[in-house]
């Protein structure tokens, strides 16, 4: 399973990171991400990171805001999120991808930006 973490009330401009911890199975060479869903909205893809480190994926609105990163010995994902803006406001998911497509899912942690 995926248990997410961190997320909470900040400020615009405020910074938080989240984090996805896994059990059960190792994050190693799994495809595996950040989606979000504000209420009212579609979920998006925030952020993933592929199979190598080195691949990774930003949505356009987070770019230069948000890393991503994978700590394989804690067996963790994490997001950092920095310069936070109330449009960022949404229960934040992880999910890994052990197929074609993310089949595993976080319960989600919402995060809530004040202006």
């Known amino acids: 399973q995926l248990v997410e973490s961190g997320g909470g009330s900040v400020q615009a401009g405020g910074s938080l990171r989240l984090s996805c911890r896994a059990s059960?199975?190792?994050?190693?060479?799994?495809?595996i991400g950040w989606f979000r869903r504000a209420p009212g909205n579609e979920r998006e893809g925030v952020s993933c990171?592929?199979?190598?480190?080195?691949?990774?994926y930003y949505a356009e609105s987070v770019k230069g805001r948000f890393t991503i990163s994978r700590d394989n010995a804690k067996n963790t994902l994490y997001l950092q999120m920095n310069s936070l803006k109330p449009e960022d406001s949404a229960v934040y998911y992880c999910a890994a991808r052990r197929g074609t497509a993310y089949d595993l899912w976080g319960q989600g942690t919402q995060v809530t930006v004040s202006s």
């Open positions: 059960g199975f190792t994050l190693d060479y799994l495809s």
């Open positions: 990171i592929g199979r190598v480190d080195s691949d990774t």
